[in-house]
């Protein structure tokens, strides 16, 4: 089966089975949102506020950090993935190398409207010698230690952004392959139900409602 953007939305899970077969290639990574007005775009660029006071924002959390995990985040890198972990907003973008993660968060809530599942192929790597994620020039995949257990079952990793304010576009850009799944809404209870049979619990899969930061103070670094 070709690569494609599918025009027909899935309603059904071997119909998400087939549209799948074409990024079995462990270069693939997904992600899920369930309304599809979500752009492919960090938290932290998401408004004009959050994105001026990032760097202060990103200070606060790390006097707070040793506070938040029994191991010690080795640099800028590790403290962004776990403030990412506890709902902060950073200029990170979660995926995972398992679509049936994704297709979870694709259906989980917003049951009046379609999920959408995205495929994405970036070989941009984020590598050693790049010393803090503010000082990438190119949307770049970065793979955390597994700070958390979460991370680790959900097959987490991410993508940084030079600029979280430009969300990323389906299509070919920049050496970065995008290409989207629509979720039908009328299967989308149908689906989850699907999933938990497969694993895929809200155990595994967590719930970004139960994180522990959901409002940090932007101006009092």
Avoid at 90 to 118: C, I, K, M
Wanted: charged fraction near 20%; aromatic fraction near 10%; include cysteine.
């Amino acid at each position: 089966m070709a690569i494609a953007d599918m025009t027909d939305r899935i309603s059904s899970f071997s119909q998400l089975s087939e549209a799948l077969q074409p990024f079995r290639g462990g270069h693939w990574v997904f992600r899920g949102v369930s309304d599809p007005a979500h752009d492919l775009l960090p938290k932290v660029g998401r408004a004009k506020q959050l994105a001026l006071h990032e760097k202060r924002i990103f200070a606060a959390f790390k006097r707070e950090a040793p506070a938040l995990t029994t191991s010690t985040p080795g640099d800028d890198w590790e403290l962004m993935a776990l403030a990412q972990h506890h709902g902060l907003p950073t200029r990170l973008l979660d995926w995972t190398e398992n679509p049936l993660v994704a297709a979870y968060f694709a259906s989980d809530q917003s049951y009046d409207r379609d999920g959408v599942l995205y495929a994405m192929d970036n070989r941009h790597v984020v590598k050693e010698g790049v010393a803090s994620p503010f000082e990438v020039k190119a949307v770049m995949r970065y793979r955390p230690r597994h700070i958390t257990r979460r991370i680790q079952a959900q097959r987490g990793l991410f993508t940084v952004h030079p600029d979280p304010t430009t969300p990323l576009k389906i299509g070919h850009a920049s050496g970065i392959s995008i290409h989207q799944l629509i979720i039908a809404t009328e299967y989308k209870n149908y689906l989850i139900w699907d999933l938990v049979r497969f694993g895929m619990s809200q155990v595994v899969c967590g719930d970004s409602r139960n994180r522990s930061f959901h409002s940090w103070p932007i101006c009092d670094a």
